[in-house]
DNA sequence: CAGTGGTCTAGACCACTAG
DNA sequence: TAGTGGTCTAGACCACTGA
């Protein structure tokens, strides 16, 4: 009759989120130091430490220097949202991916789109216009403004079999991301692409990409009615 | 002249991500193990390890035993979704914040319902119905049901000054959380309390909320098309 | 100022798993 | 089965910040 097994650690953060729970460390609540806890748990601060720091990115705890560890009084949960790659998501779902693309080219870049790229208006930006399709049904439309001075090379680009996500994956890897969700109607060409009437709503997920130092796209895909995004805490 | 400081893990992070971006670490590609970058980089593998398993987290490596680490191929970006309590998302924004209750009781469980909090249909559930406001405009309509079964005492408690998510985070706090974002049409009492026409393009947030061994209740929180979600990498 | 968490070192054992 | 990452110990220094 052995245990499941489970890393100290881990052990020690459940009971720690069961005492949350359980109101034996109410919110907003001190809760002992990492010494007295290395003392209690019989295990050395680190592995308190380990197990408090990851309550605390959690959202269960704030800590700080000298003034301890308190329960959260109004925890900020902090929902994962996946973002695969857009071909590999509709193939994690189960679905043969397919892609047709548009339109692509350059083009003087728009006013909000110059905005969050941070160019002076009217300066060329590749403009890419394509649709996503699973099992060969619409299933999201991308249109997409990628900024040719981070990602050098983009205009000479072959977007006509693959979406710029690979492309851009190797040539100029994001290590940041802003998103911003909406429902919005649908309208235009990405209504006729979707193949839904104009005025349908749809969930728009609207991505800046920067790498360390630049920003590189812009990013606006609108999902077709029968999507929907999951996420988890 | 002195740097501007970072922790060493934090530099030593940043400068594999470099690596990463520049091709220098291709996607696909084994990176040297801990071992060798503690002697390369002049620190213990500890301080290796910490950088390497951020990084991991962040989806930018893959780590297996002995199959060593490598960069992501097809990175699956992490976003982080911040869920604050609906009055504190409100107050964060820069709005004051209001509350109307529609209705609070109990109903026998509608079978959606019932599915999600693993019960049988007709089941007693409390249902509240609510709208919040942000200086004085409708903000969120939000469509509850709660299980009296793990939120022991709800069926008492009041909801005519405050929602129910001071209420829950005191008596049935959350340890896990799924959510699903959608785009639906505005109907109904819905549309009405947050004052749109019917057919509107709404953004809903679904959350279904756990304690550690039971499900608590089914939120559907409906946004007015003023509102957007913002999430970050 | 002094208490607390954040981090680093040096070393060790072991679970997991690719070859 | 041997190499790799995951974790733990025991100890230390110090940045931050509340009192």
Request: with cysteine.
């Amino acid at each position: 009759m052995s245990k499941p097994f489970a890393a100290p650690w881990l052990e020690i953060r459940a009971d720690m989120l069961r005492r949350v729970h359980s109101g034996e460390w109410p919110p907003g609540g001190h809760i002992p130091h990492e010494a007295a806890l290395a003392v209690a748990y019989g295990c050395t601060r680190s592995t308190i430490s380990r197990a408090l720091r990851d309550l605390a990115e959690a959202g269960f705890l704030e800590r700080r220097r000298k003034g301890g560890t308190r329960v959260a009084e109004k925890p900020v949960r902090r929902a994962v949202l996946d973002i695969p790659l857009i071909e590999q998501g509709i193939a994690q779902q189960g679905h043969a991916y397919g892609y047709r693309l548009h339109r692509a080219g350059l083009v003087p870049a728009p006013g909000f789109v110059a905005e969050v790229l941070e160019m002076a208006p009217g300066l060329p930006v590749l403009e890419v216009c394509a649709l996503h399709l699973a099992d060969g049904h619409p299933h999201q439309f991308e249109h997409r403004w990628i900024d040719p001075r981070t990602a050098a090379g983009v205009e000479h680009a072959d977007f006509s079999r693959a979406g710029p996500d690979i492309w851009l994956l190797h040539h100029a890897p994001l290590s940041r991301l802003e998103m911003t969700l909406r429902a919005l109607p649908a309208e235009g060409a990405a209504a006729a692409a979707l193949g839904v009437a104009p005025g349908t709503p749809l969930l728009e997920a609207e991505r800046r990409s920067f790498t360390l130092t630049a920003p590189i796209g812009l990013l606006r895909l609108l999902h077709h009615p029968s999507f929907c995004l999951k996420a988890r805490l």
